[in-house]
């Protein structure tokens, strides 16, 4: 069964930084390109950044400049290092295909909160 499971949130003051981390199941890890999505309370969920097998990397204009998405193909993880952090990141962070057409489970996400 395919799993992705995150970690790596916290309480953060703005400007601090965080890295998340997310192992996904092998089965769609070396095929997919990764990516990680947030949701702040009553909002859609957005796309972050994205990373393809070969390292391409995308990023939401938002967080360019302050967020580096990276992954261990040899640990099938994805992170995200998050640095330079506003209260306006302040969300659930989950990892998932950048595709979502292939419908793979969430997982249960881990909480950001940039507060003083």
């Known amino acids: 069964q395919v799993q992705l499971v995150e970690s790596g949130g916290g309480l953060v003051q703005p400007g601090g930084s965080l890295r998340l981390s997310c192992a996904a199941s092998?089965?769609?890890?070396?095929?997919?390109?990764m990516a990680w999505y947030r949701q702040a309370s009553g909002k859609e969920r957005e796309l972050v950044a994205a990373?393809?097998?070969?390292?391409?990397?995308i990023y939401d204009p938002s967080v360019k400049g302050r967020f580096t998405i990276s992954r261990d193909n040899a640990k099938n993880t994805v992170f995200l290092q998050m640095n330079s952090l506003r209260s306006e990141d302040t969300a659930v962070y989950y990892c998932?295909?950048?595709?979502?057409?292939?419908?793979?489970?969430w997982g249960q996400g881990t909480q950001v909160t940039v507060s003083s």
């Open positions: 092998e089965s769609i890890f070396s095929a997919y390109s």
């Open positions: 990373i393809t097998t070969f390292g391409g990397t």
């Open positions: 998932n295909v950048q595709n979502l057409a292939y419908r793979i489970p």
